[in-house]
């Protein structure tokens, strides 16, 4: 079951994306999440760890289309290139992602290449976590442990991009690990 819908999302909910979910205003580190369909509701719990166990706050997008966000993404870098004396525009994500603090991460219960193909029009860091290779699981949850795309691993994937900023102690990292059960020798989902 997906959330309700906040009001005045219609317009994004057709461009590709929308604010599902604000955190509180603040000086802590900051992250955008990104779900698209139903691994939503793993970012929305991977916000709620990350604000409960480390204070890190977190802005919640939900994505109706990749696809979308990378066609207008790309119709906007077309424009500017063949309109070079005119002032530039911006797509519809970089508007929304410009005055967002924070990398983005962004979840998707298809190949990472999917939520991958609009890399080139978020500004700042960017990291994606999907489902690639070969599923050998007999639920939903344990597909997404064995993926590395639920609740945990985005939440560690958010630590870690923090980290990576300066924004947070690298040593955080490691006690998101350990706090969530993630075991670091656990074959790599890509290759096994």
Same mark, same amino acid.
């Given at each position: 079951? !997906? ?10 909910? *057709? ?14 580190? &900051? ?13 929305? /719990?991977?916000?709620? *760890? ?17 696809? /979308?966000? &990378? ?22 994500? /970089? ?10 991460? #962004? ?43 639920? &609740? ?5 994937? #958010?630590?870690?991009?923090?980290? !990576? ?19 670091? /020798? ?7």
């Amino acid at each position: 079951m !997906q959330p309700p819908l906040p009001e005045g999302s219609e317009a994004g909910i *057709l461009k590709g994306m929308y604010l599902l979910r604000e955190g509180p205003g603040g000086e802590r580190p &900051r992250v955008q999440l990104m779900g698209s369909g139903t691994i939503l509701r793993e970012a929305i /719990e991977a916000a709620d *760890l990350l604000e409960n166990d480390f204070g890190i706050e977190s802005d919640l997008w939900s994505v109706t289309s990749f696809g /979308e966000l &990378r066609r207008e993404g790309l119709e906007v870098e077309r424009w500017n290139t063949l309109h070079p004396d005119a002032a530039p525009r911006r797509s519809y994500l /970089e508007g929304a992602l410009a005055e967002r603090a924070g990398p983005v991460i #962004a979840a998707t219960d298809y190949v990472r290449a999917h939520a991958d193909q609009i890399r080139a029009f978020v500004p700042g860091p960017y990291r994606v976590l999907g489902t690639d290779g070969f599923g050998r699981s007999d639920t939903r949850a344990r597909l997404r442990h064995f993926f590395e795309v639920n &609740r945990y691993f985005i939440a560690i994937a #958010a630590v870690h991009s923090l980290a !990576q900023e300066g924004a947070v102690p690298a040593a955080m990292v490691q006690r998101a690990i350990e706090k969530y059960g993630i075991d670091p /020798e656990k074959p790599n989902p890509v290759t096994n």
